[in-house]
């Protein structure tokens, strides 16, 4: 099916309940990589941290609800939005980078895949629906995008259910500083093969770059700051300058060969869906963006973010902010048949992708 095009025909997502406030961690001990004591004091930290991320709270999931639950959950709003049959469902892909992680244990769960998990939940009786689990850092939705789109181009399917989930309050260090950027939540798409028209909807062009000499450690599983903490247990650590440089440097051009490929002129981009990191650095690559086009000047609204309420859920963030914006939650932005958007992200591995999509 090379002459077909890949569009969403659904969203969905599942935001926790449980809201973690930047005051929650004024009372913390926060320790460097050297597990010595930082000295500056909670609430200096804190508020430095706001300024920087611009994350004031972000969303747990209850303790009876796992990575699993929560993509079921914005699956099943994703198929209602598109109203299709599940049982048409030709394959199901599930980003994730940690499994299930029950609460207090800080041990993935992965037998069986989150992907079957979820068809279970799901009901799906089709033997012809195949459900796998992909491993790309916070760029697992939009890599789980692409490979759907390879899919459809193949012939090998028609209809895929896409889902970013993560529970990272469960894998944190309360004694890293890093702790309070991180949330937990899931999005989820139908994903569909349809004939190309005169005017193409859905996903023109994809980029993707990976880097994994040094930058291979800039996240990565670690033990606590805390200097008495037990050493076989490992936490999610990331070297937050570290990861700003790559992002800073790579991500830009990712983007702009991405929307080079698609032939749409930058001025007919319309909003721009970038994984919700931080702050700063999200703004600063939408600036570097432009700027690889000549233009110093961003345009108002192009960015669409919910960081500063929900946190970084990893591969949730992209199909839930894009989620939020098609349901009209977030009236500053809106979304017409025919705008052109792209969706970006940079994470573990390093990895980064970018596609470029019409409405």
Known sequence: MQNCTTVITGTGSYIPPDIKTNRD??????????????GTSPAVIVEK????TGIEERRYAPANIDSSDMAAIAAEKAILDSGCDPETIDQIIVAHNFGNVIKHTIQTD???ALASRVRHSL???NPNCIPYDILFGCPGWIQGLIQADAYFKAGIAKKCLVIGTETLSRVLDFYDRDSMIFSDGAGACIAEAHPISKIQQGVLSISMQSHCGDEVNYLHLGKSNYPDSDPRIRYIKMKGRKVYEYAMKHVPQAMKDCLDKSGVDIASLKKVFIHQANEKMDEGIIKAMYKLYGIREVPENIMPMSIHKLGNSSVATVPTLFDLVRKGTMPEHQLAPGDVVLFASVGAGMNINAVCYRI
């Open 25 to 38: 961690f004024s009372g913390h001990d926060f320790y460097g990589e050297d597990h010595q004591p930082v």
């Open 49 to 52: 941290f706001r300024e920087i």
């Open 110 to 112: 992965v037998l069986p």
């Open 123 to 125: 009901g799906i009786k």
